[in-house]
């Protein structure tokens, strides 16, 4: 069935987000991802099939995959683990649903970017080069003259804010080490950078460019743990290798596809946006199972 949006009485829905339904469990959290979509800052009417299980399955991959470099929120996806007074909403939450744990999160998007593309690119051509010939983006030196696509020297670290409405504003990292502090700051770049590192070196070896990613972290105690979602096509960019090419902007395993179609749909982004054709939601479906296929080695049912 799809899932647009979930009713579960039983249980306090602490906050209904562009994808995702969050429900207090005490200690502990229900993140459902629904078959939402979204863009430019509107959730669409017409929802992506099945796209919160893929969501789920890819994230709960990951979580597992880099539990030794760093301790993740996630307790489980599998329905028989959940909480007795969830049975009665087997239909919402098998599947979808990740219980965790309840950390306090950290207000900063944590973003590394391997690839220019996107807000870095845009940002990138707006500024100069410094008397050494190097422009500085967000902190980060880069060589003048790079292109579209082209793959950086190394991956950089290009935190956001986190803001309650409107688009997340890219900040230095010196802004970031005010809001945080110096060494939680120092710490969330490491582990970001390095996360990345090995998740694009895992992905190539299957054929897919990681181009750009979030992450989000919070606090456990002392203990510093990664939460929400991680690697998957709402919260990445992903490139096919074998269309990868400098000076243009590959196809994407992500929703391009609707971006793409609402933009030449005439919608003014002021007003609701309008409903997705089927061939639109059948090939942005198509393009998120694939992803999944790829990454995590086998078909979601």
């Not at 028989?80 to 998007?109: C, N, T, W, Y």
């Not at 902190?139 to 986190?162: C, D, H, S, V």
């Not at 895992?202 to 510093?224: Q, V």
């Not at 979602?229 to 709402?234: A, G, H, K, T």
Request: hydrophobic share 40%; charged share 25%; proline share 8%.
């Amino acid at each position: 069935m799809n899932l647009v949006k979930t009713d579960i009485p039983a249980i306090p829905l602490l906050n209904r987000g562009k994808v995702r339904d969050i429900y207090d469990l005490g200690e502990n959290l229900l993140i459902i991802a629904t078959d939402r979509i979204s863009a430019f800052d509107w959730i669409l009417p017409t929802p992506i099939p099945g796209k919160g299980k893929i969501l789920t399955s890819m994230s709960a991959f990951w979580f597992k995959k880099f539990e030794n470099m760093v301790p993740n929120h996630l307790i489980s996806t599998c329905f028989a683990d959940f909480p007795e007074i969830l049975r009665p909403f087997r239909e919402q939450v098998e599947g979808r649903s990740m219980l965790v744990r309840k950390a306090k999160r950290i207000d900063v998007e944590c973003v590394a970017r391997g690839y220019l593309v996107g807000s870095g690119y845009k940002d990138y051509i707006e500024l100069q080069p410094g008397p050494d010939g190097f422009v500085n983006l967000h902190g980060n030196p880069l060589p003048a003259g790079l292109k579209l696509a082209e793959r950086l020297p190394q991956p950089i670290f290009t935190p956001a804010t986190k803001e309650e409405s409107g688009h997340d504003r890219n900040i230095g990292y010196s802004e970031m080490a005010g809001l945080v502090g110096s060494e939680l700051a120092f710490r969330l770049r490491k582990i970001t950078l390095d996360i990345y590192s090995a998740a694009s070196e895992y992905a190539l070896s299957k054929g897919i460019i990681i181009a750009d990613t979030k992450f989000e972290f919070g606090l456990l105690g002392d203990e510093l743990i990664l939460i929400d979602e991680i690697l998957s096509p709402d919260s990445s960019r992903f490139w096919p290798l074998s269309s990868y090419k400098v000076g243009s902007n590959p196809p994407s395993y992500d929703k391009q596809l609707v971006r793409d179609w609402l933009e030449q749909s005439g919608w003014d982004k002021q007003s609701p946006p309008p409903g997705l054709p089927d061939e639109i939601v059948g090939e942005t479906l198509k393009i998120y199972r694939e992803a999944h296929r790829l990454l995590v080695g086998k078909e979601i049912d």
